[in-house]
């Protein structure tokens, strides 16, 4: 009853977004804050719902000739701090081992804030012929980058991610894959999250530490906000030069690989909350969805024959939704249907089911999905063959609704002016030819509060219009916007 | 080529098990050594392995009622001390942070070689009533300790396991819970890995830091060594009461939950390779074999015709093992067919069939079984819907053959002359009465050079013989062996 309650006291979305976001992650019991400065712990059924999007993307790793792999956590000091760009960018976030036991050790261990530099050093011995490449790696674990402001999910001193790692024999041969696992992580916001993506190379300033260059995804939250979802990395040479990895090719001449690293995190766990949910709470979509369907029987206790057939109902829906559907019935007592109703609707579950006496002499049942409060009266027969079918609606509701809001605030600016005015009355999506400058760059973030050059777009071209901080010749279209 | 050759420089393990186990290891590809000291790196092949015995134990925690969650890798030193027998067991193990970034922390962190102290921490907030309880949880993470002598799979300083923590209201229930996953232990290892095993209670000396009591399951390798394969521990109330949880249970009453905790790693899979390895490396069971089985093509680069007709063949196997069955087809060009024999045995690929061009006129090709070196002519129509049956076989020739070793290496003993008599050609599970006291386990380790009371067995009791060390009245039957 007290969990109930505490349903009414989720903040609005448009009162307070920061606050409604801590809201929803805690009592939906997604994770939650820890002793451990910085740190959260992922409950059940925030870990259910990544368990199913890992095991998404572990499939298209997979699928895309990728195999796991398992580095060691502690990376000694000496091996963080070849690669010279890396260790600059990196060094301020890194947890140091010192003491083991009551030894203070030799050389510090840093706790992994990322892979590159362990795997290096691993692959220098294993590198040798143009017949060991490509090597395409993956890595499920945790890492961890001390940070001064953390905030649930999105930015957090641990996080749970895969990073991938791949040595190629040519330079094109790395770009295509660097493109090939950007789009994975599209397939799994789009077609999984249901979040639409712009794809992007990211400015020279926002670009991974030590890497030539960095495409990125680039979603839009519901608060109009960016969240930057993944990341591919093309790192040219710089690191296989910087830890001696050489082979010989078929001309049996010494060369460096080229090499590739990419990442996702539990923070896209954050981007499906602030895309999706509203102010009743999460809205899942069905594909990675830890329950579908619930089904909330109601019964009076002073009819037998009604609780009777109201059980029967639901144990056929059991029965038909089998494996295939992942479908729970809540049958706690002493609870009222609105209860359950609220208590599922904070859960985001994309379908729900009401059972009810009346509604079952009509041979019907009563459908609420999750994302847009549809209702309608449904036959219970055949019903469970059609819950697939509906599911799937569900999901392409879910997506075509952040699809609308993409579009509905995304604004085309061809100058400071225009940008200032996007923005003038909520965050937008604002894209713009620009020339790619460090000084433009600043000239731009200067323009607008917070706002950031989010990435160069995959999908457009400037056409000849200037940039829109110099008025130079412009290569690219940026977008900009405010990010968490 | 290279990679074949070293094949033949297996170390026999008649010569010398502990480098043929080393070489097996690595020459088999499942994990090397890394800079850094104590920890591994687990390769492809070896994580493809683990990954299969996880998700089979995973399905087992899930099946009886258990949620995963993630709790911080990191935790503050007041939080891990609060169980007084607890970290006296594991402080000396403790990796500490004391740096992030270049702060010196003002609290040190501990990487949790166990995650007790961390859950008891945040469930002191989370359970209040009767109706939050039981808690059913487990987390799949890594852990590290500190470890002076350190051997691939079996003891690193940092490594994978999952960890299961429960809460309960009655003493009985969490009893009944430390029975139920042992259990699942026992099936994993019996029934996935095909090494049967012997249930039993640590004694006082060897039980869990901070246990009431702890169980584990017990293999024997095929050196006549023990592995401690997996524990489940009784907490009873030592850390909900020092983590001061407690609830109201139904009378209004406060009442600090009875606790258990159950653990197993990727040490199980140093078991497998110990278990069923021989000279020619690794021996998979079917069950857990990331390829189950490889098919090596017969051809002459002289004879067209019949290089089509074996390709055809290859094809068709491929074609009907479909997802049934993990089949791979070893077309590599440029080796001899025995090199690519040697290359899967090393691997320990549960069947091989060879396909020429001589034996297909007769509709037949070639079936060899890993474990025995069975082979056989058989008929390739119909192959590919036979393979899980052939699999199914091969399964349970692993598991017999296991049991046959365990059965010839088990003595019963009933004095202190028997069991030194018992390892006087070769180490055994000796089985004999024994009072459990501290003493007396100091008289039987001191018996035989290196043995260990592995566990007071749970299937025999001592029917009244005497102790085999005190000659006083027995309440159990130890297992005593020397132990990895």
């Known amino acids: 009853m007290a969990a109930e309650r505490s349903v009414k006291q989720i903040t609005s979305k448009g009162d307070d977004f920061d606050r409604w976001y801590v809201d929803v992650v805690r009592r939906a019991e997604l994770a939650d804050y820890t002793p ?49 760009q890396h ?188 895309a999706h949910g509203d102010d009743a709470g999460l809205v899942i979509p069905p594909r990675v969805a830890p329950i579908q369907v619930v089904v909330v029987p109601i019964t009076h206790s002073n009819d037998e024959d009604a609780a009777r057939l109201v059980e029967e109902a639901c144990i056929r829906l059991e029965r038909e939704a089998a494996t295939e559907v992942r479908l729970r019935v809540d049958r706690r007592e002493g609870m009222r249907p609105g209860e359950k109703f609220a208590h599922w609707e904070l859960r985001g579950v994309p379908l729900r089911i009401t059972v009810g006496a009346k509604d079952l002499a009509d041979g019907n049942v009563t459908l609420v999905r999750r994302v847009d409060g549809e209702q309608s009266a449904v036959a219970l027969e055949g019903l469970g063959s059609r819950l697939q079918g509906l599911l799937d609606e569900a999901q392409k509701v879910t997506r075509a609704r952040a699809q609308r809001l993409l579009d509905e605030r995304s604004v085309d600016v061809g100058s400071l002016e225009e940008l200032v005015a996007a923005f003038a009355e909520q965050p937008v999506f604002a894209s713009g030819p620009f020339c790619n400058r460090p000084e433009c760059e600043v000239t731009v973030k200067g323009a607008v509060h917070a706002v950031t050059v989010r990435n160069l777009r995959a999908d457009r071209t400037p056409d000849g219009a200037p940039c829109i901080a110099c008025g130079q010749p412009a290569g690219h279209v940026a977008l900009i916007a405010r990010a968490y």
Chains 1, 2 share one sequence.
């Open 87 to 274: 260790v600059e960018g990196f060094a301020p976030e890194v947890f140091w081992v010192t003491q083991g036991g009551d030894r203070v050790l030799e050389e510090r261990l840093a706790i992994r804030p990322t892979s590159e530099t362990i795997i290096c050093s691993l692959y220098a011995d294993w590198i040798h012929s143009w017949r060991d490449l490509p090597v395409l790696i993956n890595q499920w674990c945790n890492v961890a980058r001390w940070e001064k402001r953390t905030r649930l999910f999105l930015r957090t001193a641990e996080f749970l991610w895969q990073e991938g790692h791949t040595f190629h024999a040519t330079d094109d041969e790395a770009a295509a894959e660097v493109e090939t696992m950007l789009d994975c992580y599209r397939e799994l916001s789009e077609e999984w999250l249901a979040i639409p993506v712009i794809k992007g190379r990211k400015t020279e300033s926002e670009k991974f530490a030590g890497a030539r260059y960095t495409l990125s995804i680039e979603a839009m939250m519901s608060d109009g906000w960016a969240l930057q979802s993944g990341t591919s990395h093309h790192l040219g040479q710089n690191f296989t030069t910087a830890y001696g990895i050489s082979y010989s090719d078929r001309e049996n001449t010494r060369q460096h690989p080229f090499q590739t690293s990419w990442g996702l995190s539990t923070r896209i766990i954050g981007g499906l909350i602030m």
């Open 36 to 84: 451990v400065k910085g740190c959260m712990v992922i409950r059940p059924y925030g870990y259910a719902l990544w368990e199913r999007t890992r095991d998404a993307l572990d499939g298209m790793i997979k699928r895309t000739g990728h195999e796991n792999m398992y580095f060691p956590l502690l990376i000694p000091e000496s091996y963080l701090t070849k690669e010279a």
